[in-house]
């Protein structure tokens, strides 16, 4: 049984995170999707809404788990006996962030192997900062991002 850890900021879930979150579930026995609350962020949804938000929009993956954590993954993953960490790659600029965490994560517990997964082309321009600023400003973000994210965007720019 391989439990693989999905984890980021999810502010908020998008379309992007979705298709990783569901190719994943096809290769490993169980994903945890594990939003991080990081205090030195300021992010619009509470780690409470982004959990929710993720799991209205994983309903339908039986397979699929949300959770919350803060501190080191590496913490996380022995607390939840997993050693796989799924992230995925839009671009060559994400590389070597990822790399560096990946590297420093198997350096504080070797056990962890992280999986790179490319996003599909369509969602490769896509990320939590752009969808954000769109909506800010009353853009359509309709399937950029998951419907029940597009309705919380909406009440929180106050647009109906
Ligand atoms: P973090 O703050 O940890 O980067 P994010 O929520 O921005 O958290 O991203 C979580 C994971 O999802 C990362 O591995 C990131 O590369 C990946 N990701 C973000 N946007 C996309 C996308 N459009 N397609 C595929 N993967 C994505």
């Keep these: 049984m391989i439990i693989a850890i ?14 990783i ?8 026995d169980e994903v945890v999707v594990a939003v991080l609350e990081n205090p030195h962020k300021n992010p619009l949804f509470s780690v409470e809404e ?22 080191l993954l ?3 993953l022995r607390v939840k006996g997993a050693r796989v960490v799924i ?3 839009r671009a060559v600029s994400d590389f070597e962030f ?7 994560n198997r350096k504080l517990w070797p056990p962890t192997e992280t999986f790179f997964m490319p996003t599909s082309t369509n969602y490769s321009y896509l990320s939590s900062s752009i969808v954000k600023e769109i ?6 973000v309709s399937g950029l991002v998951p419907p029940p994210v597009e309705e919380a965007l909406r009440k929180k720019f106050n647009r109906g």
């Design 50 to 71: 982004r959990k929710l938000l993720i799991e209205q929009s994983v309903a339908s993956l039986s397979n699929v788990k949300v959770e919350t954590f803060m501190g």
């Design 135 to 140: 909506a800010k400003y009353g853009g359509d």
């Design 74 to 76: 590496v913490d996380y």
């Design 21 to 28: 979150i569901e190719r994943g579930a096809h290769i490993f």
């Design 6 to 19: 999905y984890p980021g900021s999810f502010d908020p879930i998008t379309m992007g995170h979705l298709d």
């Design 87 to 89: 992230r995925g790659l």
């Design 98 to 104: 990822e790399l560096q965490n990946a590297t420093m």
